[in-house]
């Protein structure tokens, strides 16, 4: 009884599991990273500091802050799920691509490239369902916000528990290199 309370406490209300949530990115990244911040995405990096480590080296489970833009006036979080080599990694969010023209859906292992000019990953190209491939735009990225505490932390920050289903058991590679480079 307490596994299963511990199960559906990792996922978002209205989903039996962590892929079949429909909403906003903010609840879904919480629970697939377990990183307990609330707010709006474009607040996740300044609610962090002395909570959560944060830096600009992408660490599977931690969450990409994406700033506030015209774009994305709310701005957007995402949680890495796998580092595929020095400048692209996947991630699983929601509410990025449409799927049968409807918006809030989660994406396991999605494309994300970096295209900063110093490898930094301060500006970003995501895949996009819709265009089967990295979309034309480039978001500006805060940077990660990592799962552990900062030493600075209150005692009620803990170390935060990535889900289980924050990837596939095979995800692809190869067409993630291909997404990111092909588009140059």
């Excluded at 500091?49 to 957007?76: C, D, I, N, T, W």
């Excluded at 990535?162 to 290199?177: C, F, I, K, M, N």
Aim: glycine residues 10%; aromatic residues 10%.
């Amino acid at each position: 009884m307490l596994l299963a309370a511990a199960l559906s406490a990792a996922v978002p209300a209205g989903a039996q599991s962590l892929l079949d949530y429909v909403g906003e990115c903010v609840p879904f990244a919480r629970a697939a990273s377990g990183i307990q911040i609330y707010g709006d995405a474009w607040t996740w990096w300044g609610q962090a500091e002395g909570r959560y480590q944060r830096g600009r080296v992408p660490r599977v489970g931690a969450v990409l802050a994406f700033s506030k833009s015209a774009r994305l006036p709310l701005g957007h979080v995402a949680v890495v799920s796998r580092i595929v080599e020095k400048r692209v990694l996947m991630i699983t969010h929601a509410n990025w691509s449409r799927f049968e023209g409807e918006r809030g859906h989660a994406e396991q292992d999605v494309t994300l490239f970096d295209v900063s000019e110093r490898g930094d990953w301060s500006m970003v190209k995501v895949w996009y369902r819709d265009r089967g491939g990295l979309g034309s735009s480039i978001y500006p990225a805060h940077g990660f916000i990592y799962g552990t505490p900062d030493r600075d932390a209150p005692a009620t920050v803990r170390k935060a528990r990535p889900s289980a289903e924050l990837t596939a058991r095979q995800p692809d590679y190869v067409g993630s290199l291909i997404d990111a480079y092909a588009s140059r």
